[in-house]
C-alpha cells in the first residue's frame, strides 16, 4: 500500500517535471542553448501568479496570465540577450554563462521582492484530499497537475507535428541553415519557440508551488532534472523528455521503500548514469 | 532572372576568398560554374544569395541592386539555392519538409505549388510519410530540388547537387533541371564537380581559379580549348 502510494505520488512530481523537461527540450533542440534561466521563468511564474491570486483574482485566471507574462519574458530574453549574443558570435559557453547570471538575477530579485521565505497560495481547495480507492490519496491540485501536465504534453505533440507552426518550429531545429535560405525566418521562430515554452513551463511552475510553496530558488532543482529526463530520453524527443521525467520520479519515489531519504537521489542518478554509459543518445534518440 | 555580378569581392574574417568576380548571366541561360574545391565558387553563391556580405562590388537581379536585401527578400525575388549535402529537413516526413517550405513561399500565382513538385518527382508523393532523413541520397536529392523550386524561383543556383548520385540519376535530374529552366525562363548556376555532366545541358561554362574567374565561354569554347589547364 506503501509502494503504491508512492508509485503514485511519483506520478504526480513526474508529470510536473516532464512539463518542464518538455518545454526546455523544445528550448535546447531549437535554438542550441542551454536556457538554464527556464529555471527562473518556471519560479517567476509562481510568483506572478501568487500575486495575482492574493489581489483576489481568480486562480484559473492568474495561472493564464502568468502564462502571458512569461511568455513576454522569454521572448525578452531572447531578443535582448541571446539574439544579441548570436549576433556577436558568443560561444555556447558565453551564452551559457550568461544565462546562468540572468538566472542568478531573477532569483535574486524574486528574493528581495517576494523574500527567501516559503510562500503559501491562499484558498483551502488545493490541499482537499482525493481518494483514488484503496487508500491512495493525493490533494486536489496534485491530481489536477497530472491532468493538466498529461494534457500538456498531448498538446505539444499535437503542436509539434500537426499546426505549420510547430512543423517550422522542427524544421529550424533540423536544418537551420535551410531555414534561413527558404524563409522560415529562423530569428522569428526562435522568438516563438521561448515564448512558447515560457507559457507552457508556468503550468508547473503555478501547480508545483499550490502543493509544496513557493521558493526564489526552488526552479533549479526541477530543471537539474528534467534536463537530464531530456538527455536520457534523446535530445529532440518529447515523448522521450515526458516519459524519462516520471520514471526517474517514480524510481526516486520507490527507492524510499528500500533506502533513507537523502540517499534517494544520489541512487536515482547513480542509476542514470549508469543508463547513459550504455545508451549515451538516450532512450528515444531521433537519430 | 537576369543576373549581373560586378567586381565583387568576399571572404571569411581576414581570409578574401573571392576577388574581383564578374559576370553576367541572361535569363534563362544555364551556367557550369567549375572549378577544384576551394576555387570560391560556393562563396561566390552565398554573396549572391546574401549569406556573405560582398567587401567590394554589387550584384543586380533584372537591374535592380541586392546590397541592401537580406536572405528572405532576396529568396522572395526568385533567388534559390540548393546547398551542398543539406538541402532538406532530415528530421521531418517529406511531406512536412514540402508544407512548410510551400507556406513559406508559394503565393497566388506561384509557377511551383506542392502538386507541381509531387508531379515532378512522383518518388516524393510515393514516400510523403518518410522521414526525409532516411532517404537514399538521390531521394534527398529531389526532394532538396523540389524544396528549392516550390514558390516562384527565377534563378537556381545549385551547389555540387550531384555528390553522391549513381551516374545515370545524375543525368536524369540534370534533364529535370534543364527542362524547368527552358520552360519558366528560369536562370541557373551549377556548380559541380562532375563536369561533363554539367557541360552537357549548360549553354555557358565559367571556371574558377584562387578566387578568380579564369575562363568565361560557350561549352564547345570550353571544350575546343586546352580546358583542364584552367584547373
Known amino acids: ?287 | 532572372m537576369k543576373i549581373e555580378v560586378s567586381g565583387i569581392n568576399a571572404g571569411y574574417g581576414a581570409k578574401t576568398v573571392i576577388q574581383d568576380v564578374s559576370f553576367t548571366l541572361e535569363p534563362g541561360q544555364i551556367l557550369a560554374f567549375l572549378g577544384h574545391n576551394g576555387a570560391g565558387k560556393t562563396t561566390t553563391l552565398k554573396t549572391i544569395m546574401g549569406l556573405l556580405a560582398p567587401r567590394a562590388g554589387s550584384i543586380a537581379a533584372d537591374g535592380k541592386t541586392l546590397d541592401r536585401l537580406d536572405v528572405a527578400a532576396r529568396v522572395a525575388m526568385g533567388l534559390r539555392l540548393l546547398p551542398e549535402g543539406r538541402g532538406i529537413f532530415p528530421d521531418l516526413g517529406v511531406a512536412e519538409n514540402i508544407d512548410v517550405v510551400a507556406a513559406a513561399n508559394v503565393g497566388p500565382g506561384a509557377t511551383f505549388t506542392a502538386e507541381d513538385v509531387y508531379r515532378l518527382f512522383p518518388v516524393l508523393a510515393e514516400r510523403r510519410t518518410t522521414r526525409a532523413g532516411s532517404m537514399s541520397g538521390g531521394q534527398q536529392q529531389m526532394l532538396a530540388l523540389g524544396l528549392a523550386i516550390l514558390g516562384t524561383p527565377r534563378c537556381l543556383m545549385l551547389d555540387e547537387p550531384s555528390i553522391g548520385l549513381a551516374p545515370n540519376l545524375v543525368e536524369r535530374m540534370f534533364d529535370q533541371v534543364r527542362d524547368v529552366c527552358r520552360s519558366h525562363a528560369m536562370t541557373a548556376i551549377l556548380v559541380e564537380q562532375n563536369v561533363a555532366a554539367a557541360m552537357r545541358i549548360a549553354d555557358r561554362v565559367i571556371i574558377m581559379n584562387n578566387g578568380a574567374l579564369v575562363f568565361d565561354g560557350l561549352p564547345d569554347e570550353a571544350r575546343g580549348s586546352d580546358f583542364w589547364s584552367y584547373f
Open chain 1, 1 to 287: 500500500m506503501v509502494a503504491l502510494q508512492l508509485f503514485v505520488n511519483g506520478i504526480v512530481t513526474g508529470c510536473a517535471l516532464g512539463v518542464v523537461a518538455i518545454s526546455f527540450s523544445l528550448i535546447y533542440s531549437t535554438l542550441r542553448i542551454f536556457h538554464v534561466a527556464h529555471a527562473g521563468i518556471y519560479t517567476m511564474g509562481g510568483y506572478v501568479a501568487y500575486s495575482l491570486v492574493m489581489h483576489g483574482v481568480p486562480d484559473i485566471l492568474a495561472l493564464l496570465l502568468a502564462m502571458v507574462a512569461a511568455a513576454m519574458a522569454g521572448a525578452a530574453i531572447q531578443v535582448l540577450l541571446y539574439q544579441r549574443l548570436a549576433a556577436r558570435k558568443g560561444t555556447h559557453l558565453v551564452v551559457l554563462i550568461a544565462s546562468l547570471g540572468l538566472l542568478a538575477v531573477i532569483q535574486n530579485l524574486l528574493a528581495a521582492i517576494y523574500s527567501a521565505n516559503i510562500l503559501q497560495f491562499p484558498g483551502a481547495w488545493s490541499g482537499e484530499i482525493v481518494n483514488l480507492g484503496d487508500g491512495i490519496r493525493l490533494t486536489k491540485v496534485q491530481f489536477l497537475t497530472v491532468i493538466v501536465c498529461i494534457l500538456a504534453y498531448i498538446g505539444m505533440m499535437l503542436f509539434a507535428h500537426r499546426t505549420l507552426l510547430g512543423k517550422r518550429i522542427r524544421a529550424v531545429a533540423s536544418n537551420p541553415f535551410l531555414a534561413e535560405i527558404t524563409r522560415l525566418r529562423p530569428q522569428a521562430v526562435y522568438v516563438y519557440v521561448i515564448a512558447i515554452a515560457s507559457a507552457v513551463v508556468c503550468l508547473p511552475g503555478v501547480l508545483v508551488p499550490y502543493d509544496l510553496g513557493l521558493q526564489p530558488y526552488g526552479g533549479v532543482t526541477p530543471l537539474l532534472t528534467a534536463t537530464i529526463a531530456m538527455i536520457a530520453g534523446g535530445v529532440g524527443s518529447i515523448t522521450g523528455a515526458f516519459l524519462l521525467s516520471v520514471a526517474i520520479s517514480v524510481v526516486q519515489n520507490l527507492s524510499l521503500l528500500v533506502m533513507p531519504g537523502e540517499w534517494s537521489i544520489g541512487v536515482t542518478f547513480f542509476v542514470f548514469v549508469i543508463f547513459m554509459l550504455f545508451r549515451p543518445t538516450g532512450l528515444f534518440a531521433a537519430r
